[in-house]
Nanobody
């Protein structure tokens, strides 16, 4: 079974940094599009960033470009989201997601993710 578990969230001041981790099992990273999604209070899910090693593509939402970076460790089957220069508007529950191939699809719609992990809360204070 495919399982995803996000961790690393917390409370940070504006301008600070956090690194989120998503531990995955049940699939090989090379065969999947994997990414991060967030949901702020009262708002819809928003795609933050996604990647596909096999397809050689990485996407970032405009709101996080230059501040966030996505990476993966295939040996550990772990996906990371390095977040820097955090802003209060980054406050949300962050989820990791996966889908067999189709990184372009998930970059356009979070509903395209087939598997979701439990979220981790990120709170940025002003």
């Amino acid at each position: 079974d495919v399982q995803l578990q996000a961790s690393g969230g917390g409370l940070v001041e504006a301008g600070g940094s956090l690194r989120l981790s998503c531990t995955a099992s049940g699939f090989a990273f090379d065969d999947y599009a994997i990414g991060w999604i967030r949901q702020a209070p009262g708002k819809d899910h928003q795609g933050v960033s996604c990647m596909s090693s096999r397809e050689g593509s990485t996407y970032f939402d405009e709101s996080v470009k230059g501040r966030f970076n996505i990476s993966s460790d295939k040996v550990k089957n772990t996906l990371y989201l390095e977040m820097s220069n955090l802003k209060p508007e980054d406050t949300a529950v962050y989820y990791c997601g996966a889908r067999p191939f189709g990184v372009t699809v998930v970059s356009r719609s979070t509903s395209a993710y087939k598997y979701w992990g439990q979220g981790t809360q990120v709170t940025v204070s002003s």
